[in-house]
């Protein structure tokens, strides 16, 4: 069934398909849209689910936590400032290993105050324990919903999935809407490994001392080391039955290519139509999107990077002090390739705030790139009046 | 051997095993003991941070004989909250949720995500137990520490300038089905206020006043009496408020004076006699208005 949706509609019918449970939320723009749908699904009986709707965003991270604990599908949606208030549970959500599946749509951070896209919030949130995946299309918002639940529960990981506030989740676009039949055979009711049960008592989150904590952590970095192979195989079986599917990365028209630009969210399609035009010309530029930044694909962009003689990472986001989130975590995966076949990496921030990327600013950066000698230590920041 | 004989409308059993970890006095664990021997296996406990964190035992033990969800600081409500929705999910109606906080997590930090549930009115049973001060991390002041206490961060030349808060008023404000004070001085008291609400549905709250002997500076076998000291001196009377609209006492308050009670505690040893005849006046005050309101909704006299 095909309809015409916003983004934040995909994730509500992507929430729906997926049969949730229990959702908690707090609203706060441009994540709103999702919360009001969900709440339509759930008055009108299409989503048999209970909605908490809790005073604040780190009650509703809260709400999912005791939710799933006791061992139901749970989800929520939050933004920018509403994430960050989270945190703290994000930590917790993450250290009982709770498949919970969670949007974040990107906004900037204030101060001051900027409702509009960039990813410094979700970035801020890295070293949660949260599987990290970044949406390009309202299709793969959808897809990607019902796929993160499979990866959390089959690994016991919570899943945070992004899309950019206003560029794609206010923007309508036709979406496949996937069979609920198929959905149900792909993604059957969840049976936890573990819950709150009064049949088996156990204590969760008790005090862990210095001689298990450490194990416990690695415990949960063992999980995020299958992650890649286990998205590959759910995705692999999401593409069998629905035709589709989007990798932890995505290589576009990068064979051969002199230049390779670095993406992540709706600027990869910006991008995408840069490519086309160059390739036109017989310019050899590429893409590489990448999907998923927790945990980092290192083996997968390091084979996709290898031997490329130029890349340019475009960061919509900024560590101060530092540089492009994506362009320093690149810089450290691509660290040991052989100086012969690692590429020189040109980082570029930009877009931060909602500020537009259009092909023109997309064109600069690959004329930069191109000119530039050696890379300069820290990222250039384009198109800034200072 | 002298035989004891325990009161048949104490409930017995073994929710609450004997190893767990509280200072020697400590009331806590006689009042958790208490309310799961009267709830039942059928509960699950939330556990926001706080002295039960550590009396409940370090993984991979638990003193608790039920399912415990240990979780962060201002949580416990919220927790509560989607624990209960998923038991309904399930059809599990007949579990008990019971969040167990100490005064910090209720009054301080804790107060906004109880304030979130009871306005929803969450399927759960609330206990707070109060021991006055934030006693896990070394006695420190919070909104439930009286007026003249000391403690390491109100020191005695400078002690707590602000009164306690009123929890009990705040929460009967939200018009929950029940809302109670108690203390495991009074067990047959504390377990009937338990059995009441466990027979209700919705929010229901009750704020314990849980002695802690390092903190108040007395002796570990003068707790309970303190306790019993501070219902009788109409410190902290025993309420409860059904529905926010009856408010009731549950029991004679002889009303003693306060300063044997102030008297007895280590926290309270730098008081004057102004200071004393002070907090004695605020108690006449507050006992006045609590008998006003009693008797205006006309259930009991007192």
């Not at chain 1, 949606?77 to 599946?101: F, K, T």
């Not at chain 1, 069979?179 to 149900?184: F, R, T, W």
């Not at chain 1, 340019?312 to 076949?341: K, M, Q, T």
């Amino acid at each position: 069934m095909k309809k015409v949706m916003v983004g934040n509609h995909a994730v509500a019918w992507g929430v729906r398909l997926a049969r949730v449970e229990v959702i908690s939320a707090y609203p706060i723009t441009p994540q709103t849209q999702v919360v009001e749908k969900l709440s339509e699904m759930c008055a009108d009986g299409t989503l048999p689910a209970r909605f908490i709707k809790v005073e604040s965003e780190h009650s509703a991270m809260a709400a999912v936590i005791g939710a799933s604990a006791a061992g139901v599908r749970a989800f929520t949606a939050s933004s920018s400032h509403g994430l960050l208030y989270m945190h703290e549970m994000l930590h917790w959500a993450g250290g009982s290993r709770l498949p919970i599946v969670m949007v974040n749509v990107n906004r900037s951070v204030g101060a001051p105050w900027n409702i509009w896209t960039d990813q410094n919030d979700s970035l801020s949130q890295r070293d949660t324990g949260w599987v990290q995946l970044y949406c390009e299309t309202n299709q793969e918002v959808v897809d990607t919903t019902i796929v993160a639940f499979k990866l959390a529960e089959s690994l016991n990981v919570p899943v945070m999935l992004m899309l950019d506030g206003f560029y794609l989740s206010h923007t309508a676009e036709p979406v496949d809407v996937p069979d609920q039949e198929l959905v149900d055979r792909f993604l059957p009711k969840r049976v936890a490994t573990y819950k709150l049960d009064t049949e088996q008592p156990h204590a969760f989150g008790a005090l862990v001392k210095p001689d298990a904590y450490m194990e416990m952590r690695w415990m949960q970095q063992e999980a995020f080391r299958q992650v890649p192979e286990a998205l590959a195989g759910i995705e692999q079986d999401w593409a069998r039955m629905f035709g589709r599917s989007y990798g932890a990365i995505e290589s576009y028209r990068a064979d051969d290519a002199e230049l390779l630009l670095v993406t992540s969210g709706t600027v990869t399609s910006t991008a995408r139509a840069v490519v086309d035009a160059r390739r036109g010309n017989g310019e050899k530029i590429g893409l590489l999107k990448i999907k998923m930044f927790r945990p980092f694909p290192t083996a997968l962009v390091r084979d996709a990077l290898r031997g490329v003689p130029r890349v340019a990472v475009l960061d919509r986001n900024v560590s101060p002090g530092h540089g492009g989130i994506f362009a320093e975590e690149l810089r450290s995966a691509l660290y040991d390739l052989p100086d012969a076949e690692r590429p020189e990496l040109f980082g570029f921030v930009l877009g931060l705030g909602g500020r537009d990327i259009t092909p023109a600013v997309i064109d600069e950066i690959i004329e930069q790139t191109r000119a530039g000698t050696v890379p300069s230590r820290e990222d250039l920041w384009v198109g800034v009046n200072p | 051997m002298s035989q004891v004989r325990i009161d048949k409308r104490i409930p017995q059993g073994k929710l609450v095993a004997s190893g767990h970890l509280a200072c020697p006095g400590c009331a806590a664990p006689l009042a958790m003991k208490l309310a799961l021997n009267t709830l039942g296996s059928n509960t699950i406990v939330v556990m926001p941070a706080s002295c039960f964190t550590i009396i409940a035992g370090p993984w991979p033990q638990s003193s608790l004989q039920v399912p415990v969800f240990h979780t962060a600081f201002a949580t416990g409500p919220a927790v509560a909250s989607g624990v209960r929705a998923a038991l309904d999910q399930q059809g599990k109606h007949d579990t008990t949720v019971l969040v167990w906080v100490g005064d910090g997590g209720t009054f301080d930090i804790g107060l906004q995500s109880l304030s979130g549930a009871a306005e929803r009115n969450e399927n759960i049973i609330y206990v707070c137990y109060d021991n006055e001060a934030y006693m896990n991390t070394g006695i420190q002041r919070s909104s439930a520490t009286p007026w003249g206490a000391w403690t390491t961060t109100t020191p005695a030349q400078f002690p707590e300038a602000s009164p306690k808060k009123d929890m009990l008023a705040i929460m009967a404000a939200h018009n929950i089905p029940y809302a109670a004070t108690a203390t495991a001085a009074y067990p047959v008291d504390f377990v009937e206020k338990v059995q009441k609400a466990k027979a209700m549905r919705g929010t229901r709250f009750i704020h314990l006043l849980s002695p802690c002997p390092p903190g108040w500076k007395c002796g570990d076998d003068e707790g309970l009496e303190l306790a019993r000291m501070a219902v009788q001196s109409r410190v902290f009377p025993m309420l409860e408020v059904e529905h926010g609209q009856r408010w009731r006492l549950t029991m004679y308050h002889v009303g003693e004076s306060v300063e044997p009670y102030l008297r007895r505690q280590g926290r309270f040893r730098h008081l004057s006699a102004e200071q004393v005849a002070h907090i004695q006046a605020g108690i006449d005050a507050r006992w006045a208005q609590l008998v006003k309101r009693v008797e205006a909704d006309s259930l009991v006299g007192v």
